[in-house]
C-alpha cells in the first residue's frame, strides 16, 4: 500500500505540474462543446465520487502523516482544478450560444452579404464565408467594464482615476509575482512615484495605511515578503511614516547626499551628551522621541525645509512668517519661497530636544529663546541661537508695534463680550477716555495721538496683560499683519528671519 501511494503521488505531482496556471488556454471546439454539453455533469459527478474515494483510502491508509497531508493537499488541488475547469468550460459553451444566435441576426447577415459581395468582386475564386470568431471566455478578462461607485472610472475625476490606475498596477506586479511558481519568489520591492498626485491629504494617509495592511495579508496569506519604495512631495504621506524609515536626498554642493536616521540613533544621542548620568540618558532620549513623533504629526513639513525657526510659542509661529513678508517686501524673505519651517516647542526646554531631532536628519535649524527666564540659554544646540532684547514676545511687541495697531489686533481676536469688557476697564481708569462709546473710537485717538499720556501708559499695561491672556497662532498672525514697515518688527527677529534665509539659500 505505501508503494502504490507512493507511486499515486508522484503521478499526481506530475500531472498538476503540467496543468496551465487555471487551465489558461482552453481550445475552443464546437463539436466539443456539444458533447460536453450532454455528458458534463454525469462527469463531474463521477470525477469527484472518485476523488472522494481516494481521499477516504488514503486517510484510511498506513502511512507516515507527512505522506498523507501530501496526498491530501494534491486531491483538494485537483478538486479546485477540476471546479475552475468546468466553470469555465460552462462559460464557454454560454459563449458560444451567444455566437450563434449572433450569427441569426440580420445586422450580421447583412454585413456578410455586403462583405461577400466585395470579395466576389475582386476575388472571384474565393468561396467567402463570413463567421463571428470563435469566443474566448479569457478574452473576456481583457475587456473589463470597471464601475466605481455607479459610474465608469473615466466619469471619474483624476483623484479616483489615479487611485485606481495604482491599485490595478499593483496587483498586476503581484500577480505576475504570484505566477512565477518555479522561481518561490518570497520577497519583492515595488517603487511608487509621487502617489499624492490627485488626492485630498486624507486619501493619501488612508493610502499608506492600506499598503501597510497589503503588506501584512500579503505576508500571511502568501508568504510574501513586499517593501514599498515611495517617493514623494507631501507632508500628509510623511506624517504616516516612521521615522526609521523616511530617507531624505538634500542637495550638498551639488551632489545629493540621502539622509537616514537609523534605528538606535536617538540612543547614541543621549549617550553622548550625557556620557556618565544613565537617568539623564533616559530623559534626553524621551525628549527627542518625543519630538520626533511630534515632528512627524504636526510639522511633517520640517523634512522638505532647509531651514526650521525653533520658537518658543504659538504666537511666534503666527506671527514670523507674516513678518517675513513684510521684512523682505513679499520676495526676499518668503519663508515658502527658501523653505523655511517655523516650528513651536511650547516652552523652552524642548527646543533642545526638537533641535537635536532636526540635525540628526540634516536639517539645520535657528533657536529663538525668550529672555524672561534668563539670559543663559545653550549656544551650541543648533546652527545659530538668538535670545529677545525684552522679556518674551509680548514685550517686543509692545516695544515695537505702536498701541493703535495692537488693540486693532486684539479686536479681531478676542470676542464681542471681552472687547467690551476691556473698553469698560479703560473707561474706569483713564479721565480722558470716559467720552468713548466704542473700542474702534479708542482705536482711532490712540491713532491721532489724542490720549492723554499716563492713559496712554494705562493702556499699554492693559494691552500687555490682554496679550499674555489670549496667547496662541492667531493673535501672533493679527500682530504681524498689523506691521507696514520692516522698523515694526522687533529687531531679533528680523536677525533670524534673514539669518534663516541666509542659511537657507547656502549651498551644501
Known sequence: MKETIGRLTNTLKQW????????????????????????????????????????????????????????????????TKTSTLIRRCQT???????????????????????????????????????????????????????????????????GYQSSFVLGARILNAILQIQQQTQRQIKNCVLAIEEPEAHWHPHSQRFLIRGLKNLQQIWADQFHLQVQFIITTHSSHIVSCTDFTDLLIFPAHYGEVRPKRVQKGALDKIAQELEPQDTSRQRKVYSGMRRWMDTLFQKYPDVFFSRCALLVEGRT??????????????????????????????????????????????????????????????????????FVTEWKDFEDEVIHSLAIHKILDAIMQVFGDREVESMLEDIRGHCHSLQEISTFEDLIKLLQGNEVDSNDVQFVLKRARKWLDSRKGFTLGRALAEQVKHEDEIPRVYQQAIRYAVKLATQIG
Not at 472522494?52 to 505522506?67: C, M
Not at 516650528?343 to 524642548?350: H, I
Not at 535649524?365 to 527666564?373: E, G, L, Q, V
Open 316 to 385: 511666534e509661529e503666527g506671527a514670523l512668517p507674516a513678518f517675513a513678508l513684510t521684512l523682505g517686501e513679499g520676495k526676499e524673505t518668503d519663508f515658502d519661497r527658501h523653505s523655511i519651517t517655523v516650528v513651536s516647542t511650547e516652552g523652552a526646554g524642548d527646543i533642545v530636544h526638537a533641535a537635536r531631532v532636526l540635525q540628526t536628519f540634516g536639517i539645520k535649524c535657528i533657536a529663538i529663546y525668550d529672555r524672561d527666564k534668563g539670559e543663559n540659554r545653550p549656544t551650541d544646540i543648533a546652527d545659530k541661537v
Open 92 to 158: 464557454q459553451i454560454a459563449l458560444s450560444v451567444v455566437r450563434r444566435e449572433m450569427q441569426h441576426t440580420q445586422e450580421f447577415q447583412r454585413i456578410a452579404r455586403e462583405f461577400a459581395v466585395v470579395l466576389k468582386t475582386i476575388m472571384p475564386e474565393v468561396q467567402v464565408e463570413v463567421r463571428l470568431f470563435p469566443p474566448q471566455d479569457e478574452e473576456l478578462l481583457s475587456r473589463l467594464a470597471i464601475e466605481l461607485s455607479g459610474f465608469p472610472v473615466s466619469a471619474h475625476g483624476s
Open 16 to 79: 498538476l505540474a503540467t496543468l496551465k496556471t487555471d487551465f489558461a488556454e482552453i481550445v475552443y471546439s464546437e463539436e466539443a462543446s456539444k458533447q460536453w454539453e450532454e455528458g458534463l455533469n454525469a462527469f463531474v459527478d463521477k470525477w469527484n465520487e472518485l476523488l472522494d474515494q481516494l481521499g477516504a483510502k488514503v486517510r484510511a491508509a498506513d502511512i507516515p502523516q507527512e505522506e498523507r497531508n501530501s496526498l491530501s493537499q494534491i486531491i483538494s488541488q485537483l478538486k
